[in-house]
């Protein structure tokens, strides 16, 4: 995890300095050069806010390099380097417009490295701010450039400046790649390092990259993945391990694994496809990565591709070092993948109360909990039921349509014809709760259940986003949210309609998908025959939003006699008056009928349910009607303007669900 920090210094900031204080300069009391909160929370990713980042750092001091121990302290709005204001007269040439260069460390507590400070018309200076590595500072006061992002600046500090500046590294994956000349033309091998870039930029997200691997243990037949992600200032810098306990793998088809473009057999209802999976979603994380794997009773091997040595093409399986064997430990058979030194996000996800690190965790925890919730639920065909864990903790479920309110329609089989046979590709569209019927359903619960609900079913993000297609691939989700090219925009009243889309490996080439399995292209015939059905749950769920056309019935008002005190005429008064008791044949007062409660009525399509009642916290009913009984479905349609039939309609069913006449109805139908 070793950065290069970027900041051209201002005014405010050079009171750090002694000499620039002694000259008179000094316009403000601070004593701190100032770091941006997205610099630290991309270099320091496991810091909280109330931290403070321990540093020892080398630095120019009029006796020569001397090394001070600094840290990072979070105020109002960024973070500030404290702890060391030097008193060297080498740093009168100190002045706004000058650059502030530091190299660190951040992969062990405390960080270390080095910072030096450069004159605004010093060569260097020039030289790094006319480099593209630089131009974010354009528009940033400070960045912080990792691996190849700032190579070129690297070279030029570590030329000027060896004795607090490394060079970058070096390997046999840059250098060109060699040809041979043979009779019958030039054999041109690959560059390494290039084409690792090219399969790096295959389209991964961090979690996304993990989610391959995931697929390439549940092709091995595991039941457990165990994944470890090391924190970032832990001694080792960013790394992570994917351990599984499939049935592993001996040294020949662990180099046939590890081999770019691989020749591997795919069973029917594998998640691999191209035999880049391992590779490319590694490259995409880091530039070096071991794989470790062990058959049941074999002892265990490995082999390491390191981007930045890979000459002659040749995988090293050289001793590991003493953490990576503790991080590699399988038990009697599996395999498990480790990432060292893995690139950070050019810009760290964050939110409120959670440091960068613990935010990379939950959305990993979010997308596999997504992706393969048909394994984690054991509904996944063909295979057992997996157990996954992050960093100790299980992953739970979470299936996009597994709300108990959801309404499943009918599903329906599409028919795609190929040059081999037909696939099949199986749609089913379902129906979400609203927000209103997910309070009520668990209203028993308590709010923060229903809360969890809400998080869960919208997908922990903007409901709108995730109506659409929910596409599985061996009951794998591959891709998720919107219409394709069906409709162009998601309208917010159709946000409660999903249609499940689920195919096999049979139509991938019908289909497009890319080396990441996250593009699909549908063809036209399976649009059409989607629309068809995606329009009848979109338009019941705009009829869930449509306000009822049934008013609360209200009790006539009495007109009051001709002449009587504090009458008022309807032209005279817009305020309706209560009105007043009435007067029964016998003598005596009763009260008006009070209002019924505002009553919902819709007619659903499923075979779950002949009704369903529901109660939301502001007192109004929701019946839901099904198909199934033509009687009921007419005698709703004939009473629904009338709220107060509705609501002995209601109480009637309610009644009869205290009694479990609906259980039996259902069974004899079954039968």
């Known amino acids: 995890m070793r950065f290069l920090i970027l900041r051209v210094l201002t005014h405010s900031e050079l009171g750090m300095f002694h000499e620039y204080r002694r ?22 990713p496991a810091a909280k806010d109330s931290d403070q980042v321990e540093m020892d750092l080398m630095y120019d001091t009029d006796s020569g390099v001397h090394t001070a121990r600094q840290w990072l302290k979070r105020q109002e709005k960024n973070w500030r380097l404290e702890g060391n204001c030097p008193k060297d007269k080498l740093y009168q040439f100190v002045a706004p417009g000058c650059l502030f260069a530091m190299e660190i460390e951040a992969g062990a507590t405390p960080a270390s490295g080095s ?4 004159p605004k018309d010093d060569p260097v200076t020039r030289a790094i701010l006319a480099d593209g590595e630089s131009s974010k500072l354009a528009n940033s006061g400070m960045i912080a450039l990792h691996g190849e992002e700032g190579e070129r600046t690297w070279r030029i500090l570590s030329e000027a400046r060896p004795d607090l500046f490394l060079a970058p590294r070096e390997g046999a994956g840059t250098a060109p790649a060699s040809f041979i000349a043979r009779p019958n033309g030039v054999e041109l091998p690959p ?20 989610a391959d691997l995931v697929d390439n243990a549940i092709s091995a037949d595991a039941t457990r993945i ?6 970032p200032d832990g001694g080792h810098g960013r790394w992570m391990s994917i351990a599984d306990n499939g049935c592993g793998m001996e040294r020949a088809r662990l180099a046939e694994a590890m081999r770019i473009g691989s020749d591997s057999e795919y069973e029917d209802n594998s998640l691999g496809k191209y035999g880049y999976g391992l590779k490319g979603a590694s490259w995409s994380q880091t530039r070096v990565f071991t794989v470790v794997s062990k058959r049941d009773g074999a002892p265990a091997h490995h082999l390491t591709w390191d981007a930045k040595d890979m000459e002659g093409w040749i995988a090293k399986s050289d001793p590991l070092e003493p953490w990576e064997e503790e991080a590699t430990v399988l038990g009697n058979q599996g395999t498990v993948v480790l990432w060292k030194d893995m690139r950070p996000p050019q810009s760290m996800p964050n939110t409120r109360g959670l440091d960068p690190f613990s935010f990379e965790v939950m959305l990993l925890e979010r997308h596999l909990a997504l992706v393969f919730h048909r394994f984690l639920e054991g509904k996944a065909a063909g295979r057992k039921r997996v157990n996954i864990t992050i960093n100790g903790n299980h992953v739970e479920p979470n299936n996009p349509v597994g709300h108990p309110l959801a309404v ?8 795609i014809p190929t040059e081999a046979e037909d696939g099949k590709v199986l749609v089913q569209a379902y129906l979400l709760p609203t927000e209103d019927e997910i309070a009520a359903y668990h209203e028993a619960d308590g709010a923060d259940a229903a809360r969890r609900a809400r ?19 061996h009951d794998r989700l591959i891709k998720w949210g919107g219409w394709h090219q069906m409709w162009k925009t998601n309208d917010e009243k159709t946000k409660l309609a999903r249609v499940i889309v689920e195919f096999d490996r049979a139509l991938d080439d019908a289909l497009k998908i890319n080396i990441s399995k996250q593009i699909v292209q549908l063809p036209m ?11 009848i749950v979109r338009k019941d769920s705009q009829k869930k939003y449509r306000k009822p056309r049934q008013t609360l019935a209200t009790p006539p008002v009495p007109s009051p006699a001709s002449g009587s005190a504090g009458a008022s005429s309807a032209a005279g008064n817009s305020t309706r008056k209560a009105p007043a008791p009435a007067v029964s044949p016998a003598g005596s007062t009763r009260e008006a009928p009070a209002p019924a409660p505002r009553i919902g009525v819709k007619e659903v399509k499923t075979d779950k349910f002949l009704w369903k009642v529901t109660k939301g916290l502001t007192g109004s009913l929701d019946i839901q009607v099904s198909e199934l009984n033509p009687g009921l479905s007419a005698l709703v349609r004939q009473i629904r303007s009338d709220p107060h039939a ?25 039968n």
């Open 646 to 670: 509705l609501a002995h309609l209601a109480d009637f069913l309610c009644g009869l669900d205290e009694m479990e006449v609906q259980k039996h109805l259902m069974a004899e139908r079954d």
């Open 408 to 415: 499943a329609y009918d599903e329906k089989t599409v028919r």
């Open 23 to 44: 000259q008179g300069k000094e316009g403000s009391k601070q004593r701190a050069v100032n770091f941006d909160w997205d610099v630290v929370d991309r270099v320091f």
């Open 115 to 118: 910072w030096a400070v450069f």
């Open 191 to 210: 560059n390494p390092a290039r084409l690792v870039n090219i399969l790096a930029a295959v389209g991964h997200t961090m979690s996304s990259a993990v």
């Open 525 to 535: 015939q399976l649009q059409t025959e989607i629309k068809s059905l995606a329009d």
């Open 455 to 473: 998080e869960l079913i919208s997908l922990h993000g903007n409901w709108n986003d995730t109506q659409g297609l929910f596409i599985y691939r």
């Open 226 to 231: 165990d994944i470890t992600f090391g924190r």
